[in-house]
RNA sequence: GCGAGCGUAGUGUAGUGGUUAUCACCCCACGUUGCCAACGUGGGAACCCGGGUUCGAGUCCCGGCGCUCGCACCA
């Protein structure tokens, strides 16, 4: 599975050391799952982020949300993630050993793990097995072991329950109706959102690729699913994607040619395969270590009906990091389910629907009082009943009574209805980002420790999207006054929107250089005896080590 | 969760129950050096946590936490 795990020691070492990714809480021992960005990785982070919501923001139609983290139980009950999500505990009432209910039962039970918590609860008492502890046979009820961070929101007896979220989509299925209103009613539009996610993994592993506290964004892109999409792939036309198909093996082509192969069996999922690939490639991912697998039909998610993950491989062999997912309508029939709310977006036909409707119903004033009880199952009868029908007559209702009804007792119909349209529940493909995978993919791609000049020498090739420090500023020695103009140049560096710049004099300069270089910074600026005379410093870049000389204001 | 291995400066490491805890890189200051990890001098920095055994524990024992790997789990 890993690569090369001596590169892997080293790199880990780096990350550490130069403060890009370490292990949170470390001087309290620690906590499994849980990483810091350092003064250099939150940086990294922000300018990941930044990027990918402004590759999103850049389709035109889409809006940025922030949704809270805490959650409330109802929430994650309708999306189905409390049923989903759970491992469902009992514990021995002897001797307080919890055991998984499924697996007590697997004797008893072809394949307990599909069996809901009440099904487990009466096959338990039922079958009653030995505590693989004590051996005694005295189980608390079942209890669910969610995945998902429990907590109460609200003190006392006026807290409910809740969670952590364990994905940022659902609030923005549950803000669908201001999504709507703010798109004036007209879809297609998507919703961004980057921000935590939280799952209590088993056993979380593999450094940043399983946590517990993690950084996910998340596009939720709502479409008319009766209308093509007519989405344009002709800036992808020499764009070869590797394939890996739920049926077949690793192909590299087009998504034209994938779509028009039904290899790709959605428009709007295969146009966000090739964004994804955009993104993944303008924040330094190497296309050659990319392909999209797509889900076997029996590992797809509960909510999903396509899907396709982008995987990158690294240090720890391909992984997951992008799921494009075709939810179709899933989580807003879900809500709407729950709540009772209308999720949906009115369209209109392209040809009014003229339904000629002509038949008869019951007239409620006499046939009310005539019925009484049955004037519901009456009314419905009557409103079956052909055109021609005539009065009085038996009707047979619903449950097999029949009764008489007279002429007094109906209304004729007869109208001309023109429905111009209807409501429907909008479909949605989500391309959801794991950043914290992909930024250590990103490190991994980046990371270049082969020779110079025969010794070991590290250089992190970051894209200058990504790279979190634009600058660093060298004076070549702090006399003669270039300690005094490298300072005023950091400051002013500094103090400029969206520039991170570094102050270094101590060393000689090479060893600034690969400082520099080992934190992937682009560009160093060397603050010489001509700079002092004529205000220009020479710029070196971190990949070729060309230098040229520049006026120090044409840097910014 | 189970099993195995491991835990020493920022990083990588050495360490026979008694050392001022080794070495290298590193970091800081001063000097030197005038553009790619130079040099000199001086300085800085560690035994994961808690118990136990012992006159004495980095070293042995127990527990916890963390890391790695396998199994299980998992989108």
Same mark, same amino acid.
């Given at each position: ?104 039962? @697997? ?82 539009? =998507? ?50 994607? $590797? ?18 192969? $039904? ?35 029996d590992e797809m998610a509960h909510y999903a009906s396509d899907c396709w993950d982008a995987e990158i491989l690294g240090s720890y062999g391909w992984i997951e990091c992008v799921g494009i997912a075709h939810r179709g309508c899933f989580d807003? @029939? ?65 449950? =097999? ?18 429905? $111009? ?32 000049? =025969? ?38 560096? $500094?103090?400029?929107? =969206? ?58």
């Amino acid at each position: 599975m890993q690569q090369d795990p001596e590169r892997l020691e080293r790199m880990s070492g780096m990350l550490k050391r130069r403060g890009i990714i370490l292990p949170a809480f470390e001087i309290h021992g620690g906590a499994k799952g849980l990483y810091d960005f350092g003064p250099v990785g939150g940086r990294l982070r922000n300018r990941v982020n930044q990027t990918w919501i402004d590759h999103w923001l850049a389709l035109g139609n889409i809006v940025e949300l922030s949704c809270p983290t805490v959650t409330p139980y109802a929430v994650l009950e309708a999306s189905g993630h409390v049923g989903e999500f759970s491992d469902f505990m009992t514990v021995c009432t002897k001797c307080e050993e919890a055991s998984r209910a499924d697996t007590l039962l @697997e004797s008893f039970h072809a394949n307990p793990d599909a069996l809901s918590q009440s099904e487990l609860q009466h096959l338990l008492f039922d079958s009653n097995p030995p505590c693989p502890n004590c051996n005694e046979q005295a189980w608390s009820e079942v209890t669910a072991q969610n995945l998902m961070f429990n907590t109460t929101i609200g003190a006392g007896s006026s807290g409910r329950p809740g969670f952590l979220r364990p994905e940022t989509a659902q609030g923005m299925f549950t803000s669908f109706p201001a999504l709507l209103r703010h798109n004036r009613d007209r879809l297609p539009f =998507g919703a961004i959102q980057v921000g935590k996610g939280y799952r209590n993994e088993i056993s979380p592993r593999q450094g940043m690729i399983r946590l517990r506290e993690f950084n996910m964004a998340e596009l939720e892109y709502f479409f008319n699913p009766h209308e093509d999409q007519q989405h344009d792939f002709d800036s992808w036309s020499e764009v070869e994607l $590797s394939l890996v198909p739920d049926e077949g093996d690793e192909t590299r082509m087009t998504i034209q040619s994938a779509l028009d192969a $039904s290899i790709v069996r959605h428009e709007t999922v295969a146009y966000f395969m090739v964004q994804t690939y955009d993104f993944l490639v303008k924040v330094g991912i190497d296309p050659k270590r990319l392909r999209f697998r797509q889900h076997e039909a029996d590992e797809m998610a509960h909510y999903a009906s396509d899907c396709w993950d982008a995987e990158i491989l690294g240090s720890y062999g391909w992984i997951e990091c992008v799921g494009i997912a075709h939810r179709g309508c899933f989580d807003l @029939e879900s809500h709407e389910k729950a709540t009772g709310k209308t999720l949906r977006a009115r369209r209109e036909f392209s040809e009014p629907k003229v339904i000629e409707i002509d038949g008869w119903t019951m007239n409620g004033a006499t046939a009310g009082p005539a019925f009484r009880a049955l004037a519901g199952a009456v009314k419905q009868s009557v409103e079956s009943l052909a055109a021609d029908a005539t009065f009085p007559c038996m009707v047979t209702l619903e449950n =097999g009574e029949k009764v008489e009804v007279l002429s007094e007792h109906v209304k004729r119909v007869q109208r001309t209805e023109t429905i $111009s349209g209807e409501w429907y529940i909008p479909h949605v493909v989500e391309p959801a980002f794991g950043i914290d995978r992909i930024i250590w993919h990103v490190l991994d791609h980046a990371y270049d420790d082969t020779a110079k000049d =025969g010794d070991a020498y590290t250089v992190l090739r970051l894209s200058d999207d990504v790279a979190p420090v634009n600058y660093c500023v060298f004076p070549l020695f702090e006399k003669e006054g270039m300690g005094e103009l490298a300072r005023t140049l950091h400051k002013k560096l $500094s103090a400029t929107s =969206g520039v991170v710049s570094i102050y270094d004099s101590s060393g000689s300069i090479g060893r600034r250089y690969a400082r520099a270089d080992e934190i992937g910074v682009p560009r160093c600026l060397t603050v010489d005896h001509q700079s002092v005379k004529d205000q220009t410093v020479t710029v070196r870049d971190r990949d070729t080590g060309e230098q040229h000389r520049v006026h120090i204001d044409d840097l910014i």
